[in-house]
């Protein structure tokens, strides 16, 4: 297996040739049509973004090798770009400033502890500054405070095999008493980053990015703080940043969508459909989603029935979708007795049918997510229940099987899978002749990664993937006008999580037993199988793939801010779709600047 991630970079390359030379070959076969016409549907581009939320590379090799055993068999695995980026936000970028001289000496009056941060080896950035740093700025910043490549790797590892204690402390950078503190500290760590801005105990553990600020910059190509929704960093009056799937329907007149295989108003779909302070004004954020922004497709969990209707902004909201006095959305949600990829699909094609007769709601809104009869049975890295505060808000993915066949059991059906979610978005958003712009997530891989739940995050990983291969098939299909050529899919994660390390071979089929899996400071040499490093996001390079339109796009911002690399930003991204979409901005990517 090692040999296999060895050539990793060697079979990069040869996938990016082979798809420049297809592109190529591509524009040169249509320019010499000069008899016809294009027609206006060519003319339509589209993009469809695939984010794993809190992946990184070893929970996709964990998920490859147990479908087959092998490392390679994602539906990514033949994209012609494969890649990877860095994640950090603001918050991130101003803790490693600040730390750069490990003085502790305040910045701007802020009081940061100095005794948190100065854990062995230290400080990556101690020699490069006499004095700690200025604080993030857009026109002076110094990429080296978001990721230190010196320190991190240029590659994810485990393509770049140098992670030792120091990368390992750099980039996930467990608090102290994480594992072996008090019953009452190791709640409280658990719990993650306070969602305010000041830089107290809970809300600096972890010098790595937020969901909400890594998909603000996904989505808006801006850098801002820890629990922003699309919106500048230190929260300005009238802040909002004006996303990708919005350029696209105001210049382009697109379609767009949104589907999550959680809350539809959680942080990271929530970023391309609304603008907020904080990710956790959930019913403000849904109200926004389904009543100002209204994309044509909204799909994902948060359904009352767990509880709350914050998810979905109101109770109102959600009675004028049931009753069906909404006048834009076409509503389905989860019924007993009701397989949900049924209920999300004829929903959709209900939806094609109001599109292609010219009356009837032309809006597709999909709400599930709650009261469930699966509950989570596995053990997480303390040995204790794993995620069972989720267990009535997510899609439940399929279940590994434990009979060594590398498949996996669906056995809640009132939710769809993130396929059929995916398929049913399609459909109703490829019905528009202007193109369309499409956000997929699946927000529960973050969340089992977070709990250590090995069986959940395959789980999670094999609905993503599903998803992936989903995509890929709705462009493959023939006698229609949505191809390779006008359509780009990318692959993306918004953050790494709990820096998981395979240190056994599982093949096909094979779940690590529970005494293999171990916490960083408890693991046995001669034991240990798994080893999670953290509960929470880590500042690893994270991997990138991506097919169809011009992927040369994503590769021309390789090493742009780390020279010498093949290393891109999260904020990249964003422009290199909206340079394939053709919609501007109004502002370029950063430039860095030296100390």
Same mark, same amino acid.
């Given at each position: 297996?090692?040999?296999?991630?060895?050539?990793?970079?060697?079979?990069?390359?040869?996938?990016?040739?082979?798809?420049?030379?297809?592109?190529?070959?591509?524009?040169?076969?249509?320019?010499?049509?000069?008899?016809?016409?294009?027609?206006?549907?060519?003319?339509?581009?589209?993009?469809?973004?695939?984010?794993?939320?809190?992946?990184?590379?070893?929970?996709?090799?964990?998920?490859?090798?147990?479908?087959?055993?092998?490392?390679?068999?994602?539906?990514?695995?033949?994209?012609?770009?494969?890649?990877?980026?860095?994640?950090?936000?603001?918050?991130?970028?101003?803790?490693?400033?600040?730390?750069?001289?490990?003085?502790?000496?305040?910045?701007?009056?802020?009081?940061?502890?100095?005794?948190?941060?100065?854990?062995?080896?230290?400080?990556?950035?101690?020699?490069?500054?006499?004095?700690?740093?200025?604080?993030?700025?857009?026109?002076?910043?110094?990429?080296?405070?978001?990721?230190?490549?010196?320190?991190?790797?240029?590659?994810?590892?485990?393509?770049?095999?140098?992670?030792?204690?120091?990368?390992?402390?750099?980039?996930?950078?467990?608090?102290?008493?994480?594992?072996?503190?008090?019953?009452?500290?190791?709640?409280?760590?658990?719990?993650?980053?306070?969602?305010?801005?000041?830089?107290?105990?809970?809300?600096?553990?972890?010098?790595?990015?937020?969901?909400?600020?890594?998909?603000?910059?996904?989505?808006?190509?801006?850098?801002?703080?820890?629990?922003?929704?699309?919106?500048?960093?230190?929260?300005?009056?009238?802040?909002?940043?004006?996303?990708?799937?919005?350029?696209?329907?105001?210049?382009?007149?697109?379609?767009?969508?949104?589907?999550?295989?959680?809350?539809?108003?959680?942080?990271?779909?929530?970023?391309?459909?609304?603008?907020?302070?904080?990710?956790?004004?959930?019913?403000?954020?849904?109200?926004?989603?389904?009543?100002?922004?209204?994309?044509?497709?909204?799909?994902?969990?948060?359904?009352?029935?767990?509880?709350?209707?914050?998810?979905?902004?109101?109770?109102?909201?959600?009675?004028?979708?049931?009753?069906?006095?909404?006048?834009?959305?076409?509503?389905?949600?989860?019924?007993?007795?009701?397989?949900?990829?049924?209920?999300?699909?004829?929903?959709?094609?209900?939806?094609?049918?109001?599109?292609?007769?010219?009356?009837?709601?032309?809006?597709?809104?999909?709400?599930?997510?709650?009261?469930?009869?699966?509950?989570?049975?596995?053990?997480?890295?303390?040995?204790?229940?794993?995620?069972?505060?989720?267990?009535?808000?997510?899609?439940?993915?399929?279940?590994?099987?434990?009979?060594?066949?590398?498949?996996?059991?669906?056995?809640?059906?009132?939710?769809?899978?993130?396929?059929?979610?995916?398929?049913?978005?399609?459909?109703?958003?490829?019905?528009?002749?202007?193109?369309?712009?499409?956000?997929?997530?699946?927000?529960?891989?973050?969340?089992?990664?977070?709990?250590?739940?090995?069986?959940?995050?395959?789980?999670?990983?094999?609905?993503?993937?599903?998803?992936?291969?989903?995509?890929?098939?709705?462009?493959?299909?023939?006698?229609?006008?949505?191809?390779?050529?006008?359509?780009?899919?990318?692959?993306?994660?918004?953050? #790494?999580? !709990?820096?998981?390390? @395979? /240190? $056994? %071979?599982? +093949?096909?089929?094979?779940?690590?037993?529970?005494?293999?899996?171990?916490?960083?400071?408890?693991?046995?040499?001669?034991?240990?199988?798994?080893?999670?490093?953290?509960?929470?996001?880590?500042?690893?390079?994270?991997?990138?793939?991506?097919? #169809?339109? !011009?992927?040369?796009? @994503? /590769? $021309? %911002?390789? +090493?742009?801010?780390?020279?010498?690399?093949?290393?891109?930003?999260?904020?990249?991204?964003?422009?290199?779709?909206?340079?394939?979409?053709?919609?501007?901005?109004?502002?370029?990517?950063?430039?860095?600047?030296?100390?």
């Amino acid at each position: 297996m090692k040999k296999k991630w060895k050539n990793f970079s060697r079979i990069v390359n040869m996938l990016v040739a082979a798809g420049l030379l297809l592109i190529v070959t591509g524009c040169n076969s249509s320019d010499s049509d000069d008899d016809k016409e294009p027609a206006a549907e060519a003319k339509k581009k589209n993009i469809i973004l695939m984010i794993a939320d809190g992946s990184q590379l070893e929970h996709e090799k964990a998920y490859s090798r147990f479908v087959n055993g092998d490392d390679m068999a994602l539906t990514s695995a033949d994209f012609p770009y494969q890649g990877w980026n860095t994640s950090w936000d603001v918050t991130t970028y101003d803790m490693w400033a600040w730390n750069a001289a490990r003085q502790g000496i305040d910045i701007d009056n802020e009081n940061y502890n100095n005794e948190q941060w100065i854990m062995d080896p230290g400080s990556p950035t101690k020699d490069t500054y006499t004095q700690p740093a200025p604080k993030f700025t857009e026109t002076a910043m110094n990429p080296v405070f978001g990721y230190n490549s010196s320190v991190g790797g240029v590659k994810p590892f485990p393509v770049d095999e140098t992670s030792d204690m120091a990368s390992e402390r750099y980039l996930a950078m467990p608090p102290k008493d994480i594992y072996n503190g008090s019953e009452n500290a190791k709640i409280e760590r658990a719990k993650g980053r306070d969602y305010g801005k000041s830089f107290d105990e809970g809300s600096s553990l972890y010098p790595a990015t937020d969901s909400a600020s890594s998909a603000t910059a996904m989505a808006t190509g801006r850098k801002t703080d820890a629990g922003n929704i699309s919106w500048l960093p230190s929260d300005p009056e009238n802040g909002q940043i004006k996303t990708i799937a919005e350029l696209a329907r105001e210049q382009k007149g697109a379609a767009i969508g949104i589907v999550s295989s959680v809350e539809f108003s959680h942080a990271t779909p929530a970023c391309f459909a609304s603008h907020n302070v904080n990710r956790s004004n959930y019913s403000a954020i849904a109200t926004e989603i389904l009543t100002s922004v209204k994309p044509d497709v909204v799909i994902g969990s948060g359904h009352p029935d767990c509880g709350t209707t914050k998810y979905t902004g109101s109770q109102e909201i959600y009675d004028s979708m049931k009753n069906g006095t909404n006048p834009d959305y076409v509503f389905a949600e989860h019924a007993n007795g009701v397989d949900g990829n049924d209920s999300i699909l004829a929903a959709a094609s209900t939806v094609v049918a109001n599109i292609e007769a010219g009356s009837g709601k032309t809006k597709l809104f999909g709400l599930y997510g709650a009261k469930t009869t699966q509950k989570t049975a596995y053990k997480n890295g303390y040995g204790e229940p794993a995620g069972t505060e989720y267990d009535d808000v997510h899609f439940h993915p399929p279940q590994p099987k434990t009979d060594g066949s590398g498949e996996f059991e669906r056995i809640e059906t009132k939710n769809p899978t993130l396929a059929a979610a995916t398929e049913a978005a399609l459909k109703v958003l490829s019905k528009d002749k202007d193109g369309f712009f499409l956000m997929v997530e699946g927000g529960d891989i973050d969340w089992a990664n977070h709990a250590n739940d090995y069986e959940w995050m395959l789980g999670a990983w094999y609905n993503f993937d599903m998803a992936c291969k989903k995509a890929v098939e709705f462009i493959d299909q023939p006698d229609d006008d949505i191809t390779w050529e006008n359509t780009m899919v990318i692959i993306a994660t918004d953050h #790494g999580n !709990n820096y998981m390390r @395979l /240190k $056994k %071979y599982y +093949g096909k089929g094979q779940i690590p037993p529970g005494e293999e899996r171990q916490l960083c400071q408890s693991a046995k040499p001669e034991t240990v199988g798994i080893k999670f490093s953290s509960n929470d996001h880590t500042n690893e390079l994270v991997t990138l793939y991506a097919k #169809g339109g !011009n992927t040369d796009l @994503l /590769k $021309k %911002y390789e +090493g742009s801010w780390h020279e010498g690399t093949r290393i891109l930003d999260n904020t990249h991204i964003f422009f290199a779709m909206a340079e394939w979409l053709g919609v501007e901005p109004g502002y370029s990517p950063m430039t860095p600047v030296s100390k």
